[in-house]
């Protein structure tokens, strides 16, 4: 029989693993997974882990959901793959009639691509593609706000801010245009969250006054920075947002990657603002975490500005070798399906409820400056200084140590740097909630002891 250490033994062999430093595996195991239910995760050795980042935010109704697994297995026996350029299949007109319908009107056009950052790339491209057949050469710059995240191909990663992933690759990269992120844990003491998404609006609305003339589209993940440490903004600024854009002419990219389907609280980060952008990506929760898959939805405007005769070369020559996957349509189906027939927004509000009961104590710990949550997304800041926020040196990976502990808990919680956050399935339960309270509270007295 297969034991953890003879699988990571293998592992260590062949693999280079994504995010990671391949020496730090010198001390830090890698743990094979054999199995999962629920939010349980069981390694070869026998111990659990409840997955409480639902294994990189794409879980959202549990690992080996019935639903989901049986929906993947009748397509399994119809149709793995099909070409989707000239040809088509139910599961993936299913799925674009469903999105179609479940996203804001004005949104009734569904571009597939096979993970996140593709997705990115389609969006970034329609939105420059649209203003040159739009008679508009000169748009061809980006603005994208500090702090945010957008994938790791090229373009998404020139669009994106967090440093620790750009800052090797910047040579590469394609010059945008970075407003001052609207995150609240810069607000000033006795500033409101609203005040503050307000405040730092001034800089986008500056950059927009100045250059619109040059932009092609605003990109922005709407309420939550994820892979920018879980940091949250007010609705406020993606209202302000979408008045600006229109006021001058620039189109509203909304990266719902990670915030989309109930992660926010609504089953669209954007519904909080009432705000329909000019095109929205959705994945990892698509497919309930089952397989790859990106849809960017678009308005009918937008879709007319590239349909014309051929001989025009006004159409939109993208493709994915995988794009739109009946196995992966299936799944994201089943997903809907679920959405669709049980209460899981009102569901996730009591849970949401229960999670912020269970961090409250955690405000009260020395090396905390903030418990911040939206949703079913909780994250909690350490620093070394709290009355005057002073972060931990990011070398001393504070956060690494809560994982560790974790592990010894039975609970998975990968930080980001210093912060670490509760992004569940939602088939969590108020005990399990519990149980990952207590471990992190114990996870951050012991990494914040010298
Ligand atoms: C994860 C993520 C992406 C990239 O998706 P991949 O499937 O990992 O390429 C893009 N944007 C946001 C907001 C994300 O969280």
């Known amino acids: 029989m297969s034991s953890n250490q003879a699988l990571m033994n293998r592992d260590l062999e062949v693999l280079w693993h994504p995010c990671t430093q391949m020496k730090d595996h010198q001390s830090l195991p890698v743990i094979p997974i054999r199995r999962g239910?629920?939010?349980?995760?069981?390694?070869?050795?026998?111990?659990?882990?409840?997955?409480?980042?639902?294994?990189?935010?794409?879980?959202?109704?549990?690992?080996?959901?019935?639903?989901?697994?049986?929906?993947?297995?009748?397509?399994?026996?119809?149709?793995?793959h099909v070409i989707l350029a000239g040809?088509?299949?139910?599961?993936?007109?299913?799925?674009?009639?469903?999105?179609?319908?479940?996203?804001?009107?004005?949104?009734?056009?569904?571009?597939?691509?096979?993970?996140?950052?593709?997705?990115?790339?389609?969006?970034?491209?329609m939105s420059f593609h649209y203003w040159q057949n739009a008679g508009k050469p000169k748009k061809k710059r980006f603005v994208t706000l500090g702090n945010s995240y957008h994938g790791e191909t090229l373009a998404a990663l020139a669009v994106g801010d967090v440093d620790l992933y750009k800052h090797t690759y910047k040579p590469l990269l394609m010059e945008v245009l970075t407003a001052p992120s609207p995150d609240c844990y810069h607000r000033e003491p006795g500033e409101s969250w609203e005040q503050h998404s307000r405040r730092q609006f001034e800089g986008m609305q500056k950059i927009l006054a100045e250059k619109h003339e040059e932009i092609c589209a605003?990109?922005?993940?709407?309420?939550?920075?994820?892979?920018?440490?879980?940091?949250?903004?007010?609705?406020?600024?993606?209202?302000?947002?979408?008045?600006?854009?229109?006021?001058?002419?620039?189109?509203?990219?909304?990266?719902?990657?990670?915030?989309?389907?109930?992660?926010?609280?609504?089953?669209?980060?954007?519904?909080?603002?009432?705000?329909?952008?000019?095109?929205?990506?959705?994945?990892?929760?698509?497919?309930?975490?089952?397989?790859?898959l990106c849809a960017v939805l678009t308005s009918d405007h937008i879709y007319q500005m590239f349909y014309d005769d051929y001989d025009t070369l006004r159409a939109f020559l993208h493709s994915h070798s995988y794009t739109g996957n009946p196995l992966a349509c299936?799944?994201?189906?089943?997903?809907?399906?679920?959405?669709?027939?049980?209460?899981?927004?009102?569901?996730?509000?009591?849970?949401?409820?229960?999670?912020?009961?269970?961090?409250?104590?955690?405000?009260?710990?020395?090396?905390?400056?903030?418990v911040r949550q939206t949703g079913m997304i909780a994250a909690v800041e350490m620093v070394r200084d709290k009355a005057s926020r002073t972060p931990y040196d990011w070398r001393e990976r504070r956060g690494m140590r809560v994982y560790q502990h974790a592990l010894t808990r039975q609970a998975l919680l990968r930080p980001l740097g210093s912060v670490t956050y509760f992004m569940p399935p939602y088939v969590i339960t108020p005990e399990q909630i519990d149980h990952l309270a207590k471990v992190a509270m114990e996870g951050i007295d012991i990494a914040t002891r010298d």
């Open 87 to 125: 040809f088509s299949h139910e599961p993936v007109i299913e799925l674009a009639e469903r999105l179609v319908g479940l996203t804001a009107p004005g949104l009734s056009r569904v571009f597939f691509a096979d993970n996140g950052s593709s997705g990115i790339e389609v969006a970034l491209k």
């Open 218 to 292: 605003v990109i922005v993940e709407p309420l939550v920075q994820c892979a920018g440490n879980m940091r949250m903004y007010h609705p406020i600024y993606l209202k302000l947002l979408r008045e600006a854009c229109d006021r001058y002419g620039v189109h509203l990219i909304a990266d719902e990657i990670a915030v989309g389907f109930g992660r926010t609280g609504t089953l669209f980060a954007c519904e909080q603002a009432g705000i329909t952008p000019d095109f929205m990506a959705l994945s990892k929760g698509l497919t309930g975490g089952y397989l790859p």
């Open 330 to 370: 299936a799944a994201a189906n089943a997903t809907m399906d679920i959405f669709a027939t049980d209460n899981v927004i009102e569901n996730n509000r009591v849970l949401s409820a229960h999670m912020a009961r269970a961090l409250e104590p955690l405000n009260d710990h020395p090396h905390v400056a903030e």
């Open 37 to 80: 239910e629920g939010v349980w995760l069981e390694d070869f050795d026998g111990n659990r882990y409840i997955d409480a980042v639902s294994s990189w935010w794409v879980n959202i109704f549990g690992h080996a959901n019935p639903r989901i697994n049986s929906a993947v297995r009748d397509q399994l026996e119809k149709l793995e």
